[in-house]
């Protein structure tokens, strides 16, 4: 059996749902994988736990006012791992040698600076921090390819047909990429009996257990919209050779057609495992704790197009893309402010492809060509969409 060299992954967002199933499949194989880098927003508790069970050399907490809370937690459960706080912080280390592999699975646009700062370093990035595509895609490709950064991508859909590709550059015999999509906890509702839908039901996925917000962009479809622009930037296909398939079974996770009409997919049980066994041991597969898919007990594989009326999330999403430029950095950043609000159960959930359409049009896009054009962009989009709420505040 071949042997390798102990990789050393920082895992950021290890307190998330994505973290949780990168540190599950990384305690599988120790002496081929430790985690030496634990990073989390605000949940120090939870974060001082991740420490005990994995034994990281250094634990970085988001919120810098936490960073003592952090130190004593650690220094009085008697571990070794540094306490760090803040994104400069983050960044130092994902960019050092503290680290050959990052998961970068931080929720929202706020994982955009570690994202760039492990593109720029040439280590393995295995991508699950979709806002940061939709942001930045072109600043972050293009750094990774700069570098020699390998990035995998994480997202179902997106290790699906990376491992079609089995490449992350679509050449020029893929005729299409087909993203599917679950449809959501609302699929075949109308628009109408979308009003009133609370915040327990969008949040309870039928097929996939993740974080509150992307649980609420599966309800809306705009995290297909999302896909669909981190796509583009990943696999450097235009949006005429792009498309979106609902299928309920969540078990056939993208597909891609070549211009033989041969069509790949990528088949498997709903666990984010799979795709982070893949990150990690690729081009070789290792164990996951994911068991096989046994069609017999899934006989049915259904197929239908999505509902843009009752979702129009998912079309702003396209309008944005075909837009360019400064447009899905507005998108994501006014879906972001409206997600959080419908969470907090300030807004009702039709107010947020409202208050997504109504930033893209107070906001026309213009060229992205800097880093600072594009956070100069979301800024402008949450300060809008945080005064539009005010229109939207459910009774
Ligand atoms: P969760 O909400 O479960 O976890 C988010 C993580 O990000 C937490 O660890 C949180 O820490 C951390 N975090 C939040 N803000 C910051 C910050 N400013 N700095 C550092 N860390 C921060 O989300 P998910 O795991 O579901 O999703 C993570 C990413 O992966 C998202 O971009 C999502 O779209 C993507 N993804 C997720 C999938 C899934 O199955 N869950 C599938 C495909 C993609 P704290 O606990 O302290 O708040
Ligand atoms: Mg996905």
Same mark, same amino acid.
Do not use: K, N, Y
């Given at each position: 059996m071949a042997t390798h060299a102990l990789r050393n992954v920082a895992v950021l967002g290890a307190t998330g749902s994505i973290g949780a199933s990168a540190l599950d499949v990384i305690a599988r194989h120790p002496g081929r994988y430790r985690a030496s880098v634990l990073a989390a927003g605000q949940s120090v508790d939870a974060l001082i736990a991740l420490c005990v069970a994995h034994r990281p050399d250094h634990a970085v907490i988001?919120?810098?006012?936490?960073y003592l809370r952090l130190r004593d937690g650690l220094a009085d459960a008697g571990l070794p791992t540094q306490a760090h706080a803040g994104t400069p912080a983050l960044d130092a280390l994902v960019s050092g040698?503290?680290?050959?592999?990052?998961?970068?699975?931080?929720?929202? /646009?706020?994982?955009l600076s570690s994202t760039l700062a492990a593109a720029r370093a040439g280590k393995r990035l295995l991508l699950a921090n979709k806002e940061s595509l939709v942001l930045a895609g072109e600043l972050v490709t293009r750094a990774a390819d700069a570098s020699g950064t390998e990035i995998i991508p994480i997202d179902s859909e997106h290790n699906a047909i990376f491992q079609c590709l089995r490449s992350r550059q679509a050449q020029g015999d893929v005729s299409r990429i087909v993203l599917t999509a679950?449809?959501?906890?609302?699929?075949?509702?109308r628009r109408d009996e979308l /009003?009133?839908?609370?915040r327990e039901q969008a949040v309870a996925h039928p097929k996939w257990s993740m974080g509150p917000k992307i649980s609420v962009d599966s309800a809306t479809l705009m995290n297909k919209g999302l896909e669909l622009i981190e796509a583009h930037h990943l696999f450097g296909v235009g949006r005429e050779r792009l498309d979106v398939l609902v299928h309920p079974?969540?078990?056939?996770h993208s597909l891609v057609e070549f211009v033989d009409g041969s069509t790949l997919a990528q088949l498997g049980l709903p666990d984010m495992r799979t795709s982070l066994a893949v990150g990690l041991g690729w081009p070789e597969r290792i164990a996951s704790g994911v068991g096989g898919l046994d069609l017999l007990r899934h006989p049915r594989l259904e197929f239908e197009a999505p509902d843009t009326d009752a979702f129009p999330c998912l079309r702003l999403a396209w309008e944005a893309m075909a837009a360019g430029g400064t447009a899905p950095a507005v998108l994501n950043a006014a879906n972001e402010v409206a997600v959080s609000a419908f969470l907090q159960g300030r807004?009702?959930?039709?107010s947020i492809p409202a208050l997504v359409e109504d930033a893209l049009a107070a906001l026309p896009a213009t060229p992205a060509d800097s880093l600072d054009a594009l956070l100069a962009a979301d800024a402008q989009a949450r300060r809008l969409t945080d005064r539009n709420l005010a229109g939207h505040l459910s009774p």
């Open positions: 988001a919120d810098e006012e936490s040698p503290e680290c050959d592999t990052v998961v970068a699975a931080i929720v929202g /646009a706020a994982g679950s449809g959501g906890p609302f699929r075949g509702r /009003a009133q839908v609370t079974q969540s078990l056939v807004i009702g959930f039709l």
